[in-house]
């Protein structure tokens, strides 16, 4: 982002400021996430142009758990904030802050607010309120409150506090206009009663402040220069700035940008506890989920992530990215970061009947094209291999290049091998394919100079491990997964092929010390990370995407739409 036209709107306001001195030069952010769920990849987004905004600028971000609800937050929630944010790479030094340590400050600032004749106790329950506030089209009634004494407000208030109302019998609201045409002005209210305990302030408040109050005084209490949210609050800007303007303190300066919306993918923490409470993923972390825990767990490199969201821009109108631009930067990443090994997910064996019984070859394979400094490793090949069943076909249809009888393909690194016959059980089916070796072709290349047009991968079957391999496809099948007829719910639009489990795969023995979270290219089939699941005895896989690239295409044909 060096040159102008690279910067996004949100650099040429900061630009302008600095220009013209509104925060000294200073670029203060900060990510506030609510601790009612996990992060995901719209988060990620945020996260990007939060902290990304700090480092460009040399400024700071501030992490602030945005816990002003009590009901639905949970200290679990903020350990797996924390750790998912220091995951993809960014760093908040010692500035970790919880909106609940400012309820203290809150609650002066509304007594201030009350002093100044700009907020008073309602007695109407949240059913008159809305009678009371009007429509778009409709000037709102003032509420028979709203005139009451400075002095009897400021008692009520103490009393609201000490806990001597029950929940929902009284309300404090900012005095503002209820004619006003943005329905956010007309007198909201900035407090409820609420007994509830809080995960961390306990029983100490019933009252607790709304979004509304407590987002720009938080922004203010921590100097935030820039408070960047989503679109949705744009409408909220003017009360933002009528309560830091009214108040007299710090006043940060709004800026909205369009959230991420992702093709068969639902960003909705609402929508996604749905899919944890139910039952239908595993958890949070579920490799199908769009969470940062999920994708880290199906093997996404943080880097690619980052690459992902700092590459879909930064705008000012909604628009859904395709996900398979998401998955463009995972297999950029993965190509040049994961090393190459063999594993076959559907085997049959081949015999090599020229073979000796008893010999192993060790093999040399490399172990990253793309990085010269990987080196190779010692793959054993013997008289018996796995192959994956689809590389072998009986009668070939046109096309189909690979082993079948008379044929001659090349086995990766090690020969070339000529299918001779298969046998069969009593029913029918392949149980083995008959192959001859040829001694001459060593490494997999013919001295002749004869060609195969098939590299099949193999996997010695007296050193293979097995393994279990779960695969993994969309989660929906809609590519607007929230769009549905009227009365059903968006789970109506489950993929239910979204997860498929082989429980019967061979793979080299180099993945013997393999750890939780290492990722691996199995030739020609994609990417696979070793999941936390695993056991000494049965390591499990997961695939984290295949070798195939569809966004090159879909770019192709839609050259302009993420710019
Ligand atoms: P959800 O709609 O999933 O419940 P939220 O906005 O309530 O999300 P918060 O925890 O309040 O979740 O979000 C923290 C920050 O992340 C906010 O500044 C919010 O605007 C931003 N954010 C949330 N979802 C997205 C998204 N899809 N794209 C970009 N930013 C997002
Ligand atoms: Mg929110």
Known sequence: MKNETNKNFIMLIIDEHNENNRFNKQVHTRFPPEPNGYLHIGHAKSININFGLAKEYGGLCNLRFDDTNPSKEDTEYVDSIMKDIKWLGFNWEDRIYY??????????????????????????????????????TEAGKDSPYRTRPI????????????????????????????????????????????????????????????????????????????????????????????????????????????????????????????????NIVSGWDDPR???????????????????????????????????????????????????????????????????????????????????????TRKV???????????????????????????????????????????????KGNITEILCTYDPETKGGNAPDGRRSKATLHWVSVKHAKKITVRLYNKLFNQKDPSITEEGEDFTINLNPRSLEILNECYIEPSIENAKTGDIYQLERLGYFVLDKDSTPDNKIFNRTITLRDTWKKIQKNNSQAHK
Not at 101 to 130: S, T
Not at 226 to 239: A, G, M, Q, V, Y
Not at 391 to 415: H, I
């Open 99 to 136: 909106a609940s340590d400012y309820f203290e400050q809150f609650y002066k600032y509304a007594v201030k607010l009350m002093n100044k004749g700009l907020a008073y106790i309602d007695d109407l329950n949240a059913e008159e309120i809305r009678k009371y506030r009007g429509t778009l």
């Open 289 to 375: 989920m769009p969470t940062i825990s999920g994708m880290r767990r199906r093997g996404y490199p943080p880097k690619a992530i980052r690459e992902f969201c700092s590459n879909i821009g930064v705008s000012t109108s909604n628009s859904l990215v395709d996900i398979e631009f998401l998955e463009y930067f995972v297999r950029e990443e993965l190509n040049k970061t994961s090393p190459r090994i063999m594993g076959v997910l559907n085997p049959i064996k081949v015999i090599i009947t020229n073979y000796p019984e008893d010999k192993v070859e060790y093999i040399d394979a490399v172990n990253n094209p793309e990085d010269t400094t990987s080196g």
């Open 380 to 426: 054993p090949f013997s008289r018996e291999l796995y192959i994956e069943r689809e590389d072998f076909m009986e009668e070939p249809v046109k096309k189909f290049y690979r082993l079948s009888p008379g044929r001659e393909v090349r086995f990766r690194y090690a020969y070339f091998l000529t299918c001779t016959g298969v046998n069969k059980d009593e």
């Open 151 to 278: 002095e009897e407000n400021l008692e009520l208030f103490e009393k609201m506090k000490n806990g001597e109302f029950p929940d929902g019998s009284k309300t404090l609201r900012a005095k503002i206009d209820m004619s006003s045409p943005n329905l956010n002005m007309r007198d909201p209210v900035i407090y409820r009663i609420l007994h509830a305990k809080h995960h961390r302030t306990g029983d100490t408040w019933c009252i607790y402040p709304m979004y509304d109050w407590a987002h720009p005084l938080s922004d203010s209490i921590e100097k935030i220069t820039h408070s960047i949210c989503t679109l949705e609050f744009k409408d909220h800007r003017p009360l933002y700035d009528w309560f830091l303007e009214k108040l007299e303190i710090h006043h940060s300066q709004q800026i909205e940008f369009a959230r991420l919306n992702l093709s068969y993918t639902i960003l909705s923490k609402r929508k996604l506890i749905m899919l944890v409470n139910k």
